[in-house]
């Protein structure tokens, strides 16, 4: 039996920044954010544990939202500190799988989460590329290994992260064949240069946290960003977070 209404969801990427700058304050303000935007699937970048002295912070952030969660490290899982992304979701999860990206000195993966999006599949694919300004080869080799990587099925798809570059670099084509747009700009040309590095915290303006749809899959109904605002003079991070609302077609 088909759905009700329109197959919809609201997705998220945010860098949260490990454990910086006070971390203990700046929880709250980034679960108050999230809260907020009340997402279907929320990709974290720059996520951290460390033994009893700090639990994995997508786990903490997950159980006090009521999501289900999943990291993805080169770290060993039996090591106590392990550094990554994580894939945040209140759908139902059908498969998940990632890998670490060449170069595999730099330390980076890609996580997939197969998610049902009301009878349907959708493939939500978190990354954080190489963060040097320099580093345009570093990320082209990334954002290759991970095309190559993922599944060749048709499956709709939605990549999101930090990836370290505006979206019209060159080091991004890959990222942007025909019909993939970068969901804010798409929706909002006039917001096409707005950053979301933390210029408080000493960053360059730039755009560098990506929602990616395929047009022939997916409209954007709505994007912003968010989190940038500091609370008490604490902000939730040193980046700003995307979000966007999707219909799949």
Do not use: C
């Amino acid at each position: 039996m088909p759905p009700a209404g329109p197959r919809r969801l609201t997705v998220v990427t945010f860098n949260i920044w490990h454990d910086r700058e006070n971390w203990p304050a700046r929880l709250p303000l980034i679960l108050d954010a999230l809260r907020q935007v009340d997402a279907d699937v929320i990709a974290l970048q720059e996520v951290l544990q460390d033994g009893e002295l700090l639990p994995n912070q997508a786990q903490t952030i997950a159980q006090a939202l009521g999501y289900d969660w999943t990291f993805s490290s080169v770290d060993a899982e039996d090591q106590p500190r392990r550094y990554g992304n994580a894939v945040l979701t209140r759908l139902p999860i059908l498969q998940q799988d990632w890998k670490a990206l060449a170069p595999l000195d730099d330390y980076r993966t890609a996580l997939r989460v197969r998610i049902d999006v009301q009878g349907r599949p959708v493939d939500i694919v978190a990354t954080h590329l190489h963060h040097t300004p320099e580093g345009t080869a570093i990320r082209e080799r990334q954002a290759a290994d991970l095309l190559a990587w993922l599944p060749t099925d048709r499956t709709p798809r939605i990549i999101l992260g930090d990836l370290n570059a505006a979206i019209t670099n060159p080091e991004l084509a890959a990222l942007r064949p025909e019909d993939v747009v970068s969901a804010l700009p798409a929706i909002h040309p006039d917001q096409a240069n707005a950053t979301t590095l933390n210029a408080a915290m000493g960053h360059r303006s730039d755009q560098i946290d990506h929602i990616l749809i395929d047009t022939n899959r997916f409209t954007v109904d709505s994007a912003q960003i968010f989190a940038d605002r500091a609370v008490r003079g604490i902000w939730p991070s040193d980046h700003f977070a995307v979000a966007a609302t999707l219909t799949l077609l």
